[in-house]
């Protein structure tokens, strides 16, 4: 199975500024045939269900402020929230869906300093 | 509006079964690969299952193999989880959601998700 590990745990960030949240993956999630890294990054607010925001690592999910980006490629990935926002407060979670068991990282806690 | 609406949770004894639905409203709902993602309290989210869009293949998370059977039905638009033994570390929020893939994808629509509390 694929293994991914989030870097930190939890954060805090003031208002304003930037929140980078990485993922590790233990194998390659880069799929040759169509050039595309199978790899996600969710929002879930408490008493809410999970919210896709970025997909194939640097997508954005139609909707999503652009304050979120995604990077990265081979096994290493970055989540970067821009001009935090009060409301960006939640769990972040990355997602591979190159092979089952679709795995998720085990979440990083967002808060405001 | 386009939508997915999970039922069938709630407070079940040990080593009984369960069987959660997943409605779908507003979308082709047999054009889509689906899932269950489950959430235990405190915990992260955890993958449970996939069924592909025709119903033909289905895959598990490792732990779950044997005990947990997804199934589908497009006449109705809804996806199952049948869930047998339940044990006190099944206790999670249960979400479906769909595939955005062509076959496989990210998750882009999760319904609000059905709360099961395995306890004697």
């Known amino acids: 199975d694929i293994v991914l590990t989030q870097s930190p745990d939890s954060l805090a960030v003031s208002l304003g500024e930037r929140a980078t949240i990485n993922c590790t993956s233990s194998q390659s999630v880069f799929y040759s045939a169509n050039n595309r890294h199978f790899l996600a990054w969710y929002q879930l607010r408490p008493g809410q269900p999970p919210r896709l925001l970025i997909y194939w690592a640097s997508t954005r999910e139609s909707g999503v402020p652009d304050r979120f980006s995604g990077s990265g490629s081979g096994t290493d990935f970055t989540l970067t929230i821009s001009n935090l926002q009060a409301e960006d407060v939640a769990l972040y979670f990355c997602q591979q869906y190159t092979s089952t068991p679709h795995t998720f990282g085990q979440g990083t806690k967002l808060d405001i300093k | 509006q386009v939508q997915l609406v999970e039922s069938g949770g709630g407070v079940v004894q040990p080593g009984r079964s369960l069987r959660l639905s997943c409605t779908a409203s507003?979308?082709?709902?047999?054009?889509?690969?689906m899932h269950w993602v489950r959430q235990a309290p405190d915990k992260g989210l955890e993958w449970v299952a996939l069924?592909?869009?025709?119903?033909?293949?289905?895959h598990y998370g490792d732990a779950l193999k044997g005990r947990f059977t997804i199934s589908r039905d497009n006449s109705k638009n809804t996806l199952y989880l049948q869930i047998n033994g339940l044990r006190a570390d099944d206790t999670a929020v249960y979400y479906c959601?769909?595939?955005?893939?062509?076959?496989?994808?990210?998750?882009?629509?999760w319904g609000q998700g059905t709360m099961v509390t395995v306890s004697s």
């Open positions: 959601a769909r595939d955005n893939g062509g076959p496989v994808g990210a998750f882009d629509l």
């Open positions: 507003r979308f082709i709902f047999s054009y889509y690969a």
């Open positions: 069924m592909s869009s025709d119903g033909s293949k289905q």
